[in-house]
């Protein structure tokens, strides 16, 4: 079942699963009860996004309004949010507990619209359309360079420039020579994402990460990677980007391909760490529910296979759902 108090993510394909399977007033009926125990169901900035940028309008609607009924009042921090908290705290092997509401601006928008569900988004559709073309083009330039990663010899010239300084990169760490093959490559994947989540803020509100390099007064990105890498290497063994590049590495190893992009699939896996309860209907992170690389894996609850019996609450158990 459900343990009291928990914090539950609903990854974007989760809620879009509920949404389409249960009615709003199912969701409320659920955040209602469950809350009464003190549990809630969470979604971030980046689910906010990715419900934005879907084009059909009444499809988008839907989703907002279910979520609006089922979702917690306050955003769960952006990952940039919870990065540069890691670091500011000094890259500890375990995070003590912290207020993880996000400050982000969007974070005050959703509060609005948790508390009137009459309300929806409002953007100057211009901006919102420039804004999401933009975002689709960045994302889509880093899937390719984390894809490349599992080939060998990739054919694009940048790719292969960028392999190479990624292995030089590598070849820092004092323990190289000994590193298993798989373990190089997941280094590798840690710095790829470094340098473009945490050097090139290539986050959906970059803010955190900007306001972090204005404070150490660096603004180049090459030179933000230098700064990590005399400062900050800890982060690609521990914290946020360890978990990140090993999702990264599970996705690799079917063939690197997700249907939104595994840039996207990689910034959700953060979530495994600050929540109980990581619900979703993604066959990527069913897979890594299913292997034996960490105990986190567990929190992953694949949607389609439990049974939802009642529009009252949604209990879980070892074995089934419980009405």
Request: glycine residues 4%.
């Amino acid at each position: 079942m459900i343990p009291d108090n928990s914090n539950i993510y609903l990854e974007t394909s989760g809620l879009n699963y509920l949404t389409n399977n249960y009615s709003w007033k199912d969701g409320k009926a659920t955040r209602i009860f469950h809350a009464l125990k003190g549990t809630k169901f969470y979604i971030s900035p980046i689910t906010i996004w990715e419900i934005l940028l879907t084009s059909d309008e009444s499809k988008k609607e839907k989703i907002i309004f279910y979520a609006q009924n089922l979702c917690y009042s306050k955003l769960i921090n952006s990952p940039s949010e919870f990065i540069i908290n890691y670091i500011l705290s000094g890259c500890p092997i375990r995070e003590n507990k912290y207020d993880f509401h996000t400050k982000l601006d969007l974070g005050k928008t959703w509060l609005d619209l948790s508390e009137n569900t009459a309300k929806t988004f409002v953007f100057d559709k211009d901006l919102l359309n420039e804004k999401t073309k933009l975002i689709r083009t960045t994302f889509k330039n880093i899937n390719k360079y984390i894809e490349d990663l599992g080939i060998i010899n990739p054919n694009d010239i940048e790719s292969r420039k960028f392999q190479l300084w990624l292995n030089d990169l590598i070849r820092a760490d004092k323990d190289y020579e000994f590193l298993p093959d798989r373990e190089r490559q997941r280094r590798k994947l840690a710095l790829l994402l470094i340098f473009f989540l945490l050097c090139a803020e290539a986050d959906f509100d970059k803010t955190p990460i900007t306001s972090f390099w204005n404070k150490l007064g660096i603004s180049s990105t090459n030179d933000r990677m230098l700064y990590v890498i005399n400062n900050l290497y800890n982060l690609v063994h521990t914290g946020p980007f360890a978990l990140m590049s090993e999702m990264g590495m599970l996705q690799l190893e079917e063939g690197g391909k997700s249907n939104r992009g595994i840039y996207l699939d990689i910034l959700h896996s953060i979530y495994l760490t600050y929540t109980n309860m990581f619900w979703t209907n993604d066959s990527h992170f069913k897979r890594m529910q299913e292997s034996d690389k960490h105990v986190i894996y567990n929190r992953i609850v694949y949607l389609q296979e439990i049974d939802i019996f009642t529009a009252r609450k949604i209990e879980i158990s070892d074995e089934k759902i419980i009405k």
